[in-house]
């Protein structure tokens, strides 16, 4: 009898040591499978200027390309900013190339003969000068006559020494530091004028990447500031999937991993790519449904769907399979 009992326990440790190899065997042979959401990136479109809001050229729920017209504000004193930066513009730009070229032929001989002028009128000074000095020590003249002699000579040296300080100027031409500064003013100048070409350029909102329409925030007539949104938009690409994998199975996951997608409301099969794997664990989120405990530590990954198409949407639940072919 006790014979018969080994035997059947053998039997039953056999038997059930074959079952677990075989499960543990059927298990490896299923690929991978994880739970995850379709994430889509939002972007909310502003103007970058305020402005009355003229226009808008789209709707919610709109298929919009990259470089499609959204709307349009007032551009009517941004369009009177640009003139007054572009006649500052020339003004300035004038005023560099005065200071680089110099002063003109006709003004350098102007300057010349100015001299000669003033050097004429120095020599009659002096002469006159001369002559009242011999009468003043004849008696002949006053001493009051001398004192006015004196003075008209002085007044001709002087206003001949600035009459050719004013002619070697002009021959010189600028400084440097004169030049300099024209320079900067100008490049200033044309800086506000690009700023001013850029703010109305921001009067137009265009789609920056094709999308969908998610919201309109605003409506014609409405005084916008700057950066405040007028539309969500619902990026086509790139259409990611958030998922998580436990610790046991992160083994099976690396970045370049290919994996196929599958939503519940869709017979198609997606093609998706790993894109990111957390280095960092964490608590399984409440949305997560898989069969392990919710308190299990799991790795978030990000894969990249590869053909998406519109029926994927946020937040839609799918099943990832890992599975190279």
């Known amino acids: 009898m006790n014979k018969k009992v080994i035997l059947a326990g053998l039997a039953a440790i056999v038997v059930a040591s074959a079952g ?3 499960y543990q065997g059927r298990a490896r042979s299923e690929p991978l499978r994880l739970s995850g959401n379709v994430d889509i990136r939002t972007v909310n479109l502003s103007f970058r200027v305020a ?43 004038a005023r560099r190339e005065l200071y680089r070229h110099g002063a003109r032929h006709e003004d350098i001989e102007q300057a010349k003969a100015n001299v000669d002028a003033r050097q004429a009128a120095l020599l009659n000074a002096e002469q006159a000068l001369a002559r009242q000095k011999l009468l003043t020590g004849t008696g002949a003249a006053a001493r009051r006559v001398l004192d006015d002699a004196q003075a008209q000579r002085d007044q001709a040296a002087a206003q001949w020494v600035a009459a050719r300080q004013q ?15 024209a320079n900067a003013n100008a490049e200033r100048a044309a800086a506000v004028m690009d700023n001013a070409q850029l703010q109305l350029a921001d009067t137009v909102l265009r789609t920056p990447s094709p999308g969908t329409i998610l919201t309109r925030a605003v ?6 500031g700057a950066g405040s949104t007028v539309f969500t938009l619902s990026l086509n690409e790139p259409v990611w999937i958030r998922a998580y994998v ?20 869709s017979a198609r099969t997606y093609d998706g790519i790993v894109g990111f794997v957390s ?47």
């Open 246 to 265: 436990s610790e046991p199975e992160l083994g099976q996951i690396a970045p370049g991993t290919k994996v196929r997608i599958r939503s519940d409301s």
């Open 167 to 181: 002619s070697q100027e002009l021959i010189q031409g600028f400084r440097k530091e004169e030049v300099a500064e």
């Open 51 to 93: 402005g009355r809001l003229k226009a808008l050229h789209v709707d919610e729920g709109a298929q919009v390309r990259a470089g499609d017209l959204l709307g349009e504000l007032d551009d009517q004193s941004y369009r009177i900013a640009l003139k007054d930066a572009s006649a500052n513009l020339a003004a300035v730009e």
């Open 219 to 224: 409506e014609p007539g409405t005084v916008l």
């Open 20 to 22: 677990y190899a075989w």
């Open 279 to 325: 280095p960092n664990a964490e608590f399984t989120p409440k949305t997560v449904e898989t069969s392990d405990l919710r308190t299990a530590l799991v790795y978030r990954l990000r894969v990249i769907v590869q053909n998406p198409d519109a029926s994927l949407r946020q937040g839609m639940p799918v099943t990832v399979t890992l599975d190279g072919r």
